[in-house]
């Protein structure tokens, strides 16, 4: 059987970081999952306002082949606003842009009441968008998404990793599945009938982590326990997302025992022959946000999100993340 990566399947993440490093070098203001802009308004605290954009990526192929885009929406809010959360900001204010070849009334709506159900899940407000219509711009029936979320931190409250020591406890929230990404690769493994019967799990929307994040912050605002680093697993997966947070000399150690892993993780691994090292920097393996705390935040912690679970810790070491 041939073995399957996200390489052969058409992504390159090593030359996307290398892009990533040539824009930070021109724009040093880049950087984190927001970027963050201060607000100093005479006689006010000072702010920082939060701002992110994203689109959903070949999920969309999924659901052209399958025809069914109501929840494609919800992913396109999700991929942003659970970056604008993880420096700390609250999601205020949302925006899309609909392109398609050919604009077909009933799947718009489909995909706008998608996009409403993610700004209800992200408690922000969808302000307004673009909707482009450009015959022979895309095939017949497709379509893209884009989004722009705009949030609001005090100064003291940003989130971005630098107080992260060894010793320190890492969380995991569970992910719904796959997410919004590595599906150039799944797209791969499921083709056909297979596609029809994998269907809804490949298609189930992003989970969306604005509210166990407010209700944290807010847990751990007494006795100054604080949310040390926030980070929203995507593309690159736990390997690539969670040294954006973490400072140098500090390594993250996760204990894949520790959570559940979704079986349609299982099956890609099985079915394409991708080694696991491959899975664990392409998926989220089944968490989608991972906070770092003190140990002694964790009852606070656990009462605020019974469903979060000790994955891992932090140690001295090399800028890196390691499974065992």
Request: aromatic share 6%; proline share 5%.
């Amino acid at each position: 059987m041939p073995t399957l990566t996200y390489r052969k399947s058409g992504v390159n993440i090593d030359l996307a970081d290398k892009l990533v490093d040539h824009i930070q070098a021109k724009a040093p203001a880049i950087g984190g999952f927001a970027g963050l802009f201060p607000l100093d308004l005479p006689g006010a605290e000072p702010y920082e306002l939060v701002a992110c954009t994203d689109g959903v990526g070949t999920k969309l192929k999924l659901a052209f082949a399958l025809d069914k885009h109501d929840t494609i929406g919800v992913d396109l809010v999700a991929m942003s606003v659970n970056d604008l959360v993880c420096c700390g900001a609250k999601p205020l204010i949302f925006l899309d842009y609909y392109a398609t070849g050919k604009l077909k009334l009933a799947t718009s709506k489909k995909i706008i009441a998608g996009i409403m159900e993610g700004c209800r899940q992200g408690r922000c407000v969808l302000l307004g968008g673009e909707t482009a219509e450009m015959p022979g711009m895309y095939p017949k029936n497709e379509y893209d998404l884009a989004g722009f979320a705009v949030g609001l931190v005090k100064r003291s409250e940003v989130i971005d990793g630098s107080k992260i020591y060894p010793g320190d406890l890492i969380l995991g929230l569970p992910s719904s599945g796959l997410h919004s990404n590595g599906y150039s690769l799944a797209r791969q493994v499921f083709k056909g009938k297979e596609l029809k019967k994998w269907g809804k799990a490949l298609l189930t929307p992003t989970r969306i982590y604005v509210d166990e994040v407010m209700r944290l912050k807010a847990a751990l605002a007494k006795d100054e326990q604080i949310i040390l680093g926030l980070s929203h697993i995507t593309g690159g997966g736990l390997v690539e997302n969670v040294p954006r947070i973490l400072p140098r000399g500090r390594k993250a150690i996760f204990r894949k025992d520790a959570w559940r892993q979704l079986p349609i993780f299982g099956e890609i691994q099985r079915r394409g022959n991708v080694p696991e090292r491959e899975m664990w920097r392409t998926f989220n393996m089944g968490l989608g946000l991972v906070i770092v705390i003190r140990p002694d935040s964790l009852e606070a912690a656990k009462k605020a999100l019974p469903e979060a679970r000790v994955v891992g810790e932090i140690v001295s070491g090399k800028h890196e993340v390691e499974i065992i």
